[in-house]
């Protein structure tokens, strides 16, 4: 299958979507390159970014378009039709073909860019105020709608977007009831709902947001240099002044850092990034320095650095820290120890291999636990956020700081100090089929049983596990509706995604059964936590399978 | 101060002077041989004197491993006292072992390595391992009562790489309340490398910012060994290293211990439960006391409430049914040798 022409194909006559042979056919000494879709996204995605000098909101629009929201920019490029000239000319000069489009809304933009003309320019301006004109003469296959809407646009013999904008928008949901008898009444009126939620988009009626690239940011500076720096002194110096350029605006309004993006341009165009974070804000840039310190020598400078760019991409409010009376040092007091301490690892190692431990209140022995990442934890108690729920109420939430809930946390049975994640399946011999083990065979080892404890039985919480299918929807409907939280919220929501209901309600389509846990201990003292999942004498009629012995963890 | 002017020379220089002299008058002939041999012990035994001062200088505490010199307060030593009065020391909690951890105890800011015994690595690698990473979380809930409150509130950090963690478990917090710890107690850096591991070790104990520092790693190197010693000491903060049973000992380490998980004895309400936790355990190496002839061995129950060890007696606390006593509780070697010598003493 063709998934792209260049200019010489489409004159000889190939179109995308032709097949290899009938291209081929048509042309026998056609050149063909196999389709890489991940090098076209990174592609895109290096040209979204590039396009940060037209404005900070931008991004990836579908497979093969990019957006960019230009409001309050263009006249810095002098009017609207001078910066679409610029693009044009600098992408084009790049080898790019592109076509282009200004409007008032996305819609009317997106619509434009791939089906407007406008005579002896090479893109497309919807005057401001004017977009009902600019598009009336596009076809319907502008208003991002379904195959099936289309096809009943074109059924009812509306064939132009100005010829369905003229229609009433009551009568128009009676015309499609009217014309789609095949189809269900709650799929017309669906249809009909979408064409008139696409054409008011497309008028900005109804407004369309759109998730910008990355957050923009709170606090940027930059510093320009005639002559590109290449060595790495000149580098760190100038990332300094940059960084305390940067706090010095954050102190003004009584913020601190928390994520820094450092940018460094090459004299090649092409850019180098760093990502910082700290635990918590400081007015003064020495501990994001010391940070940056660590990274800068990874950077290649290439033919030099022409331009540094520092942005604040998250902030959280100063805490006022009272300068000690008698050597005038700010004390340095244990909190910002560890908090410097969770930098610095987090910084090397990557934020999600530094974590703590927080409890979620629940029975069942997997859920009862997550770990988060330090640095964020410790970045929502700076920015005074509630943490991040999962299931259950949080008790402690991670790292020194704990409720009055302290004594809640002991278990009331013995619980493991290590957890096998997942539980491992294990072979037993046991006196009584009800009874505990008296020995298994643990990754290929005989252990004898000495002592056990009387069974403990955990039973799945019903409240959760019994509506499996309803979990498993609910599951689904919130990753399609969640927006990505550009930064740590994402990760956190996905490291909680293991432990959390949904995931283990879809990984495991059969529900879960009670466990009989047993502490343990063999001839040698080596003390184990197992568990036989599912009971001989409650078997149901739809679940035939047999108990099943698994270890689960193992006592310090 | 000379080392030359310690008290515990063999004999004093003024004394020998005269003796030489009298020698001289006495035995004009006869006995050379007998005066070279006695003059060569002399100066082996000074020369020695000299080393065990050197070394006790280094150490800072006495070559036989009792504590500091008593007879002789040193400069050194009674200006460090005095820097630290009051200061709680880091013991396991039962008179008989702190006699023999000596008036300090063990040292806060060294590196004390914890490896499980080959006997039991041979018997399940799993069992041994956790055990010694329980008696590593003992001694850190012991090392807890050695400092303030202020230390007290800072996280404890373990440290381990990620093939370790999928081997031998995520730490789960609902289980640390026996080891006194709260689940927001604990900082868990984890890496892909032993290399990474150690430095965030090494970034953990320069900053001041855990209170005790656990170390899961395969085996240290010379280099990395020293540098973590270093940092634990500048800082004052403790690192627990465990390490694995087949690898080479680890170099500068304040402490070794010898961890295998021991049977334990029934529950005290259920005959058939397990009970307290027990080790037997062998102080390998204990600085301060570089002369040991023969390792400490004792087999130590660990309580969940009050936070200490108990030596387990051989006799009380033996298991009830008697196939199952042989040689499975070990006898603390204090006992036993205090047994030997009242033997000897009813034999002659």
Redesign the interface.
């Known amino acids: 299958m063709v998934a792209a022409v260049n200019q010489a194909a489409r004159r000889a006559g190939l179109q995308p979507g032709l097949s290899l042979s009938d291209a081929r056919a048509i042309h026998p000494a056609v050149l063909t390159v196999p389709l890489d879709r991940d090098a076209n996204t990174a592609a895109l995605r290096d040209l979204a970014i590039w396009l940060g000098r037209y404005g900070p909101n931008r991004n990836v629009d579908g497979e093969d378009g990019l957006w960019v929201e230009i409001t309050g920019v263009a006249h810095l490029f002098g009017g609207e039709p001078s910066l679409l000239e610029d693009l044009e000319l600098r992408l084009s000069g790049a080898g790019l073909t592109v076509r282009a489009a200004a409007a008032d809304t996305y819609g009317a933009a997106h619509a434009l860019a791939r089906y407007g003309t406008q005579p002896r320019r090479p893109y497309v301006l919807a005057v401001a105020g004017a977009t009902s004109d600019a598009v009336a003469e596009l076809p319907v296959d502008a208003l991002r709608l379904t195959e099936d809407s289309l096809l009943l646009l074109k059924r009812l013999g509306l064939r132009k977007i100005g010829q369905v904008a003229a229609i009433p928008k009551a009568a128009m949901a009676r015309r499609f009831r009217d014309e789609a008898r095949g189809a269900r009444r709650q799929d017309r009126e669906a249809l009909a709902r979408a064409v008139v939620w696409r054409l008011d988009q497309l008028t900005g009626e109804i407004a369309e947001p759109k998730t910008p690239l990355e957050p923009p940011p709170h606090r940027s500076r930059r510093i320009l240099f005639a002559e590109p720096l290449i060595s790495s002194e000149g580098i760190a110096v100038a990332v300094r002044d940059a960084l305390a350029g940067l706090s010095e605006d954050l102190a003004e309004i009584g913020e601190g850092a928390l994520n820094v993006r450092l940018c460094l341009f090459r004299a090649d165009g092409t850019v180098a990034r760093l990502d910082v974070g700290v635990s918590r804000p400081a007015s003064t840039p020495t501990h994001l320095q010391k940070l940056f310190d660590v990274k800068l020598p990874e950077v290649d400078a290439g033919l030099g650095i022409d331009v540094v760019l520092v942005s604040a991409l998250r902030v959280a409010p100063l805490e006022t820290v009272q300068p000690r009376l008698r050597d005038g040092q700010r004390t340095t007091s ?1 909190p910002t ?6 930098d ?2 987090s910084n ?2 990557g934020e999600r ?7 979620v209140e629940s029975h069942w ?1 997997e859920r ?2 997550r ?1 988060v990442a ?1 640095q964020t934890q410790l970045q929502r108690r700076a920015r005074h956020a509630p943490p991040a729920r999962v299931s259950g109420e949080r008790r ?7 409720g009055n809930a ?1 004594l809640c ?3 009331p049975r ?8 997942p539980p491992e399946p294990i072979e037993v011999l046991a006196a009584l089929p009800e009874g505990p083990p008296a020995r298994f065979k ?2 290929r ?1 005989q ?1 004898r049983i ?5 069974p403990e039985r955990i039973a799945p919480e019903w409240w959760t596990d019994l509506p499996a299918r309803h979990m498993r929807q609910r599951g689904s409907n919130e990753t399609e509706t969640s927006i990505p939280d550009v930064g740590q919220g994402g990760e956190v929501q996905a490291e909680g995604a293991p432990q959390s209901a949904s995931a283990l309600a879809a990984s495991s389509p059969k529900p879960l059964r009670p466990r009989d846990y047993y ?10 936590w197992v568990f036989r999942d599912g009971l001989y004498h409650l078997t149901d009629e739809d679940d035939e399978r047999p108990p099943k012995w698994f270890m689960h ?4 | 101060m000379s080392a030359t002017s310690r008290p515990q020379m063999t004999s004093p220089p003024q004394v020998c002077s005269h003796a030489k002299l009298r020698e001289a008058d006495a035995e004009p002939l006869g006995m050379p041989r007998v005066k070279a041999k006695r003059a060569r012990r002399q100066k082996r035994a000074e020369t020695i004197a000299k080393l065990r001062c050197l070394v006790e200088r280094i150490e800072g505490c006495r070559p036989d491993g009792f504590g500091t010199w008593a007879t002789d307060p040193s400069a050194e030593t009674a200006t460090r006292q005095a820097e630290r009065p009051e200061a709680p020391c880091w013991r396991l909690g039962t008179a008989m072992l702190d006699d023999r951890l000596g008036a300090r105890g063990i040292e806060v800011g060294g590196v004390h390595e914890i490896r499980p015994s080959s006997d ?1 690595m041979a ?2 690698w ?3 391992a ?2 010694a ?2 008696f590593a ?1 003992a001694l850190c809930a012991r090392h807890r009562e050695a400092v303030d409150d ?2 007290a ?3 404890v950090a373990f440290c381990q790489t ?1 093939a370790v963690r ?1 081997e ?12 006194a710890l ?10 892909r490398r032993d290399d ?1 591991v150690l ?2 070790a090494e ?2 104990l320069r ?4 209170r005790c520092l656990i170390v899961r790693v395969r085996d240290v190197d010379l280099t990395p060994a020293r540098r973590l010693a270093l940092a634990a000491a500048e800082s004052g903060t403790p690192c627990l290293l465990l390490t694995d049973a087949r690898a080479p000992v680890v170099a500068a380490t304040a402490t070794r211990w010898c961890v ?5 004895a ?2 005290r309400y ?1 005959a ?3 009970g307290a ?2 080790f ?1 355990v062998v102080l390998d190496r204990f600085r301060g006391r570089p002369f040991a002839a023969q390792p400490d061995a004792f087999a130590l129950e660990w309580c969940d409430e009050t936070f200490c060890f108990r030596v387990v007696a051989g006799l009380r606390d033996r298991a009830p049914s008697p196939h ?1 006593a042989t040689g499975e509780v070990v006898t603390g070697a204090f006992r036993q040798s205090a047994h030997r010598q009242r033997w000897r003493a009813t034999a002659a």
């Open positions: 244990e120890a560890t908090a410097d301490l969770v610095r690892l090397r190692l291999n530094v974590r703590c431990l927080t409890t022995p009862a636990f770990t330090a402690s939430d991670g790292l020194g700081r704990q302290e946390d002991v278990a013995p619980r493991p100090q290590f957890l096998l994640e643990w990754r080892r252990c000495r002592r056990a404890s009387p502490v343990l201990e063999d001839v040698t003292g080596g003390r184990f963890g193992v006592f310090a | 039991a018997q399940g799993a069992g041994a956790s055990a990473a329980g979380l202020r230390v509130r800072l996280p990620e999928r031998l478990g995520q730490v789960y917090p609902w289980g640390l309340a026996s080891y709260r689940p927001c107690d604990l900082l868990l850096p984890e890496a990474d430095w965030a970034e953990c900053s001041g910012g855990v295998a998980p021991a049977p334990c029934p529950d259920d058939d439960a397990p936790r027990r037997s199952l």
